[in-house]
C-alpha cells in the first residue's frame, strides 16, 4: 500500500518478493484491494505526518476498504509508520508517542518472539530471539494499563524488545496483533532484515514466508 | 492549458492604476534619475553601471533585484570562476562523463546502462543562523539538483565542520543542523550513508553544512536544464512562493557575518529588508515532487527542467532561457505564479527562495498529461509564461512589463581576477613544526591513544548516525561508520556505487595545494576500501571573502591542487559548489575544500568492511609510514598545535593501493580493509577491533623503529587490511605485484587491543573512551 510519503513500499514489496509471493501495489486514492490476500502498510511519513503520525491516512479512500475487510479476517502487517496507522484507524488499541529521547532513533534492535500464532509469525518458535533495524521518531508505545493489562493477558503482544525498549516503548513492546491474530503491528522493520548483504541479518523474513505458507497451505488443503 | 490552473486569475487586480503604481520597464526609462539600493542587494557601483550600460536605462526594481541575486557570488561564482576553469576534464577524464561541469550535476557512465549524478554544495550560512531549518533546506536542495538531472536520487551524505565540542554556541548548532537533516531526508526516504563531523575553533562563527545527493538513471533519462520549442509552456510547481529566503543567496551567503555574529543577524535590505532570510522546508511536499517528476519523465512529458534552488524564480527562468541559445526568450506573466503571501512584490516573487519548487518546459500537446500527473501526486502546477523567439526575458505584472531583460546577461554574471597573495606568515606556519615532547613508550603511548580516541574529531559518531536513516530504499550495503558508503544499484547483476567525502582544514591551512590533494586521496582511498574502482569527483570549497587575497591564494591553491591531482588520477571533476564570506569579521575559516568521490562496484556482495571479522586473521599494513605529524590529528588533540608541513602525497602510490585493494576484494582475499588517516595506526586498529567486535595482537617494528611513529603519523596512501592466514601468501604475492610495500604486524584475536611490548587495551575500555564523548557532550 503506498500512501503519499510512503518510503519503504519498495522494501516491503522487495519482502514479499523474497518470500516467494507476488507484490500488488495498492493505492491510497483508489478504494479497490484488487483481491489481494494480505495487506502491508509500509513505513514513511505519510500526508508528511501532518497532525499525528497516520491520522490522515487513516481517512484514505483505501482505508474505507481496508478496514471492514481486516475487520473480517483479512490479514494485515503495519510496520512503523503503517503500525500508526493501524492505531489511529483503531483496527488495533494505543498508540505510538515521541521517543522518549525526543530524538529518531535508528539502530539494530533484538526482538523476542512472544506470541508466535499469527498469520505474520507462525514460522518463528516463541520467545525466538530476532535481530532488525528500528528507525523511528515516534515509536513509543503506550495504551492505559488496563490496556497493557489486557493485551498481555490475552497474548496479544506479538514481539517485545530486548533487554529493553531503546525508545520508551510501555512494557518494552515492539509489536500487537488484533483478538484474531489477522491483525499485526510493529515499530521495527522485519523488512529491512531480509539479506545480511543490506540487512543485519535475514531474521524479519519470517513476518513474510509466515503469511506466504499460511496461504500455500491453504491452498493445498483446499 | 486544461488542468493546470491559472491561479489568481481575476483575484489579481489589473489595469492602468497598478501599472502606474509598479517600477515598469516605461517608468524606469522615464526616471533614469531615480535613486535605487543596489548596494543594499549586494551589487557593487560598477555592477549597477554595468546592469544599466546592458539595457541601456536604470533597471526596474524586479530587475534589479534579479541582476543582484544572479550576480550574487553564490550564484555566479564571479571570484572563483577564472580559477575553476582549471577543473574542467580533459583527455581521458571525459571517457565517462555524460554531463559535467555546469549542468545541475556532473552525470557519469557506470556501465550497463546506468548513469550516476552526484553533487555536494554548502548550506553553512542559513545553519548558522537557524540550524534546524537551515541544515534541513540544504539537503532539500541538494535533491533538487540531482531530480532536475532526471535522475531518481538515492541516498545523501553529510559533512558538518562546527566549532569546539564544548563550546556553547556548538550545543544550539549541532543538535539543531543534525536534527535538520534527520527531518528532512528521512522524511524524504533516502538513506543517509556517511559524511564527516569534524570540530575547530575556527568554525566556530561560521559551521559547515555540507550536503552531497547521489541519484540513479538510465542513459536516456538524462535531462536538461534548456528552455525550447517556440510556444511551450513554462511551468512552475510543487509549493507555492512565500515571502521565506528573500535574499538568501545574494545577501546571506555572499557576504561575511558581522563581527558579533552571536545575535545571528544578519544584513538584509532594499526590497527584502523585512522578510526572513532562511528558508522553511518540508520534505512531505519534496518527495511528492519527486515521485511526480519521476512519472513526468518517465512519460517523457517534459522538454527541459530546471530546480528552484538559490535565487528562485529569477535563477530558473533566466537560466532555462539562457540555455536555449541566442533566439530563445521568455514570456512570464508574475500575477500567475501562486502565493502564499499575496502582498509580495515582483522583486520579492522573483528572490523568494521557498523550496520544494521546479520549473518544467511543457509543450501544449502534453500539458493535459503533465497536469494529470501532478494532480495524482497533489502538486499544484501552473503555466506561468511560454517561450518566445526574440531572446528576451520578459515578465509582466498587473499589466505593466516589470523585466524586460536579454536573459544571458544575467546568466552569465561578471567575471573577477581577484588579487592573490600568499600570506607573508605562511613560511612561519611551515617552520613551525610539532616539535612538542613525544609520549615515551608503554603507558604514555597508551595513554595517548585513549585521549586521541576520545577526542570529539575520532569519537564514535553514532550520537549523529543513529538520528538518521541509512537503510531505507533497502539498497545500503555499507554506511558509517565504514571508511565509504555502498549502495546497490541493481538486484541482479549486483552492480553497485560507493562513496565518501572527506577534507582537512588543518592540512590545507599549512599548504592549500597539498591540503587539497590529500583530501582527494582519502576520499579515493575510502571509497577504494569498499572494493569499488573510484570514477569521479565532485568538491564543496569553503573558503573565506574573496576580498582577501590571502583566503584567494588558498582558493587559487587548492584549485590548482585538484586539478593536478584529478588529471594524475585520471578521474574528472564533474562539478560541485563554492562557498565563500565563511569568515566572522577578520576571522576566517580555514580552507576547507570537502572532496567526494565516487567509484563503481562489480558486485557489491564482495563488499569489504572496516571491522576485524575473522578470528586469526593475519593483519597487514600496506604502504610506506614516514614521521609525518604536521597538522595531525595527534598536535591537535594533545597540544592544540597547528604547523609543519603536513603528510607528502604520492597518488601514483594510491592509484596502485587502490587497485591492489579492488583485485583483491573481487578475487575474496580481504577479511577487512580500513584506511588510515586522522590518528594513523593506533586509531585505525581502534576502529577495526570495535567495529568487528575482535582484538587483536601486533609488533609495530615492521611499521617504523619507533613505537610513537608508527602508531601516530598519518603518512597517506596507506590501509589496514586482515587477511585469513590460509590466503596470506597469495595475498602478499599480489600486493609485490601491484608494488605495495605490504608489513604483516599481527594477528586478530582476543579481546584487547595488544601492542607487544608496549601496552595492552581492552575492548571494553577502548569501547567506554570511544563512545562515551558526544553523548556526554550533546545528550
Known amino acids: 500500500m503506498t500512501f503519499p510519503g510512503s518510503l519503504d513500499d519498495q522494501d516491503a514489496a522487495r519482502a ?19 483481491g489481494v490476500d494480505a495487506v502491508i502498510l509500509p513505513g514513511g511519513f505519510s500526508y508528511g505526518d501532518y497532525l499525528r503520525c497516520g491520522a490522515i491516512a487513516r481517512f484514505s479512500p483505501v482505508m474505507g476498504s481496508l478496514v471492514p475487510a481486516a475487520r473480517a479476517g483479512l490479514p494485515v502487517l503495519g510496520i512503523c509508520n503503517g503500525f500508526q496507522i493501524l492505531c489511529e484507524a483503531h483496527l488495533l488499541p494505543g498508540a505510538l508517542t515521541r521517543n522518549a529521547a525526543l530524538r529518531f532513533i535508528h539502530r539494530d534492535v533484538r526482538l523476542d518472539v512472544v506470541n508466535a500464532g499469527t498469520a505474520w509469525t507462525s514460522g518463528y518458535a516463541a520467545g525466538q530471539s530476532l535481530t532488525v533495524p528500528l528507525k523511528s521518531g515516534e515509536g513509543a508505545y503506550a495504551a492505559s494499563p488496563e490496556t497493557l493489562d489486557e493485551l498481555e493477558r490475552t497474548g496479544r503482544v506479538v514481539v517485545r524488545y530486548a533487554p529493553a525498549a531503546p525508545n520508551g516503548s510501555a512494557r518494552d513492546i515492539a509489536g500487537i496483533c488484533s483478538a484474531e491474530g489477522n491483525i499485526v503491528g510493529l515499530m521495527p522493520h522485519p523488512e529491512h532484515a531480509i539479506d545480511p548483504l543490506t540487512g543485519p541479518s535475514a531474521d524479519g523474513l519470517g513476518f513474510f514466508t509466515s503469511i506466504v505458507s499460511a496461504f500455500a497451505g491453504a491452498g493445498a488443503a483446499r | 492549458m486544461d488542468g493546470l490552473s491559472e491561479a489568481r486569475k481575476g483575484i489579481a487586480p489589473r489595469g492602468a492604476l497598478e501599472a502606474r503604481n509598479t517600477d515598469t520597464v516605461e517608468f524606469a526609462a522615464a526616471t533614469p534619475e531615480a535613486e535605487q539600493p543596489f548596494k543594499e542587494l549586494g551589487l557593487t557601483e560598477d555592477e549597477y553601471a554595468k546592469i544599466r550600460q546592458i539595457l541601456g536605462r536604470r533597471p526596474t526594481a524586479a530587475e534589479l533585484a534579479l541582476y543582484s541575486v544572479m550576480w550574487s557570488e553564490h550564484c555566479s561564482y564571479k571570484s572563483s570562476k577564472v580559477h575553476l576553469r582549471n577543473l574542467a576534464p580533459r583527455g581521458a577524464q571525459t571517457d565517462k562523463l555524460l554531463a559535467g561541469i555546469g549542468a545541475n550535476a556532473g552525470v557519469v557512465d557506470i556501465g550497463q546502462g546506468y548513469a550516476v549524478t552526484f553533487k555536494i554544495e554548502s548550506h553553512n550560512h542559513p545553519s548558522f543562523v537557524e540550524p534546524h531549518q537551515g541544515a534541513a533546506t540544504g539537503v532539500g536542495g541538494i535533491v533538487r539538483d540531482i531530480l532536475a538531472m532526471g535522475a531518481r536520487p538515492v541516498a545523501v551524505m553529510d559533512a558538518l565542520r562546527f566549532g569546539p565540542a564544548d563550546a556553547h554556541d556548538t550545543a544550539r548548532v549541532l543538535p539543531g543542523v543534525v536534527s535538520g537533516i534527520s527531518f528532512y531526508g528521512n522524511c524524504l526516504g533516502l538513506p543517509n550513508i556517511g559524511g564527516e563531523l569534524s570540530f575547530d575553533p575556527c568554525y566556530a562563527g561560521n559551521p559547515l553544512v555540507n550536503a552531497l545527493c547521489v541519484g540513479v538513471m538510465r542513459h536516456a533519462d538524462l535531462k536538461a536544464a534548456v528552455a525550447s520549442g517556440l510556444g511551450n509552456k513554462v511551468v512552475l510547481f510543487g509549493s507555492r512562493t512565500g515571502p521565506d529566503g528573500v535574499g538568501g543567496a545574494s545577501v546571506l551567503a555572499s557576504s561575511t557575518f558581522a563581527g558579533d555574529a552571536e545575535d545571528g543577524s544578519v544584513g538584509s535590505g532594499g526590497a527584502a529588508a523585512k522578510r526572513p532570510s532562511v528558508q522553511v522546508g518540508d520534505p512531505f511536499m519534496e518527495k511528492l515532487l519527486i515521485e511526480c517528476c519521476l512519472e513526468l519523465f518517465a512519460g517523457d512529458l517534459v522538454e527541459g527542467i530546471q530546480d528552484l534552488g538559490a535565487a528562485g524564480v529569477a535563477c530558473a527562468t533566466t537560466e532555462l532561457a539562457a540555455g536555449g541559445g541566442a533566439q530563445v526568450g521568455m514570456r512570464v506573466d508574475l500575477d500567475l505564479v501562486p502565493l502564499r503571501d499575496p502582498s509580495l512584490t515582483p522583486a520579492e516573487i522573483l528572490m523568494s527562495e521557498s523550496q520544494e519548487r521546479m520549473m518544467a518546459i511543457v509543450t501544449p500537446g502534453k500539458a493535459g498529461e503533465f497536469a494529470a500527473v501532478c494532480a495524482k501526486w497533489d502538486v499544484e502546477a501552473t503555466v506561468i509564461g511560454e517561450v518566445t523567439g526574440d531572446g528576451v526575458l520578459t515578465m509582466t505584472w498587473r499589466g505593466g512589463t516589470v523585466v524586460s531583460i536579454p536573459p544571458e546577461t544575467a546568466a552569465d554574471g561578471p567575471v573577477y581576477s581577484r588579487p592573490l597573495a600568499r600570506p607573508a606568515a605562511q613560511d612561519e606556519l611551515a617552520a613551525d613544526g610539532p616539535a612538542m615532547p613525544r609520549p615515551g613508550d608503554g603507558a604514555p603511548l597508551r595513554q595517548a591513544l585513549l585521549a586521541l580516541l576520545g577526542s570529539a574529531d575520532l569519537a564514535d559518531k553514532a550520537w549523529v548516525t543513529q538520528q538518521y536513516d541509512a537503510i531505507v530504499r533497502g539498497n545500503t550495503v555499507l554506511a558509517m561508520p565504514e571508511d565509504g558508503g555502498l549502495l546497490r544499484v541493481d538486484e541482479d547483476t549486483h552492480l553497485g556505487i560507493a562513496l565518501a567525502t572527506d577534507g582537512n582544514g588543518r592540512y590545507c591551512r599549512l599548504d592549500p595545494y597539498l591540503g587539497t590533494q590529500l583530501a582527494l586521496a582519502e576520499a579515493y582511498r575510502n571509497v577504494a576500501m569498499t572494493g569499488a574502482r573510484p570514477m569521479a569527483v565532485t568538491n564543496c570549497l569553503n573558503f573565506g ?93 594533545a597540544h592544540g598545535h597547528l604547523g609543519g608541513i603536513p603528510p607528502a602525497v604520492d597518488l601514483a602510490a594510491e592509484q596502485r593501493l587502490a587497485g591492489l585493494i579492488a583485485v583483491a576484494a573481487a578475487a575474496g582475499l580481504l577479511a577487512s580493509a580500513h584506511d588510515l588517516s586522522d590518528g594513523g595506526l593506533a586509531i585505525a586498529l581502534a576502529e577495526s577491533c570495535l567495529r568487528g567486535g575482535n582484538g587483536c595482537s601486533i609488533d609495530l617494528d615492521d ?22 592466514p590460509e590466503q596470506a601468501a597469495e595475498f602478499a604475492a599480489l600486493a609485490h605485484s601491484h608494488g605495495v610495500p605490504a608489513a604483516a604486524i599481527g594477528t586478530v584475536t582476543g579481546d584487547s587491543l595488544q601492542v607487544n611490548g608496549q601496552f595492552d587495551i581492552p575492548l571494553d575500555e577502548l569501547a567506554a573512551v570511544w563512545q562515551g564523548t558526544l553523548p556526554a557532550l550533546f545528550g
Open chain 1, 16 to 34: 514479499v518478493r523474497y518470500a516467494g509471493a507476488e507484490p500488488v501495489a495498492l493505492w491510497h486514492a483508489d478504494r479497490d484491494l484488487r
Open chain 2, 545 to 637: 571573502s574573496p576580498e582577501d587575497p590571502g583566503v584567494m591564494w588558498q582558493l587559487a591553491e587548492a584549485v590548482r591542487g585538484l586539478a593536478d591531482g584529478c588529471a594524475t588520477l585520471g578521474i574528472p571533476v564533474t562539478g560541485g559548489n563554492v562557498s565563500l564570506y565563511n569568515q566572522t569579521g577578520q576571522m576566517a575559516i580555514h580552507p576547507t575544500p570537502v572532496i567526494g568521490v565516487l567509484g563503481v562496484h562489480d558486485d557489491v556482495r564482495r563488499r569489504v568492511s572496516a571491522g576485524f571479522g575473522a578470528n586469526e586473521a593475519t593483519i597487514i599494513v600496506l604502504g610506506e609510514t614516514r614521521d609525518e605529524l604536521g597538522g595531525s590529528a595527534w598536535a591537535h588533540v
Open chain 2, 703 to 724: 611499521v617504523s623503529p619507533q613505537a610513537f611513529t608508527a602508531l601516530f603519523s598519518e603518512s597517506a596512501g596507506r590501509a589496514v587490511v586482515t587477511v585469513r
